[in-house]
C-alpha cells in the first residue's frame, strides 16, 4: 500500500510533505527539473512505506492512504504511480 496526492495539490506543491518524508518518496522536490511544470507532488507507491507524516504537513489535506481516498479522487491512485513510470 501507499499513500496517495490527490487534486488540491494541484498548482499548491506546498513541498512540506517531502521535508518529511524519510524515504524521498515524493517528487518533483523544488531542485527538480521538471518541478515547474508537474501540476503537483507524486508519492511513488514502490518506496512509500506508509508512515503518514506527510498527511498532517499538508496545508490542503491533499494525502491521504490509499484506502481512504476520496471515491471522487480515486483515479489519483494511478496519476500517482503513472508519474514513476519508466523512472
Ligand atoms: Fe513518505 Fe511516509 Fe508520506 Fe509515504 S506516508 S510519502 S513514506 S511521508
Redesign the pocket.
Known amino acids: 500500500m ?2 496517495v ?1 490527490t487534486s488540491p495539490c494541484i498548482g499548491t506543491k506546498n513541498t512540506q ?1 517531502i521535508t ?7 517528487h518533483p522536490r523544488r531542485d527538480e527539473p521538471d518541478f515547474e511544470t508537474a501540476s503537483q507532488l507524486y ?2 507507491p514502490e ?9 498532517h ?1 499538508c496545508p490542503v489535506r491533499a ?1 491521504f ?1 490509499m484506502n481512504d481516498v476520496p471515491a471522487d479522487q480515486h483515479q489519483f491512485v494511478q496519476i500517482n504511480a503513472d508519474y514513476y513510470k519508466g523512472k
Open positions: 501507499a499513500h496526492i510533505c518529511v518524508c524519510p524515504v524521498d518518496a515524493i508519492i511513488n518506496t512509500c512505506i506508509d508512515c503518514g507524516l506527510c498527511v504537513e494525502i492512504p
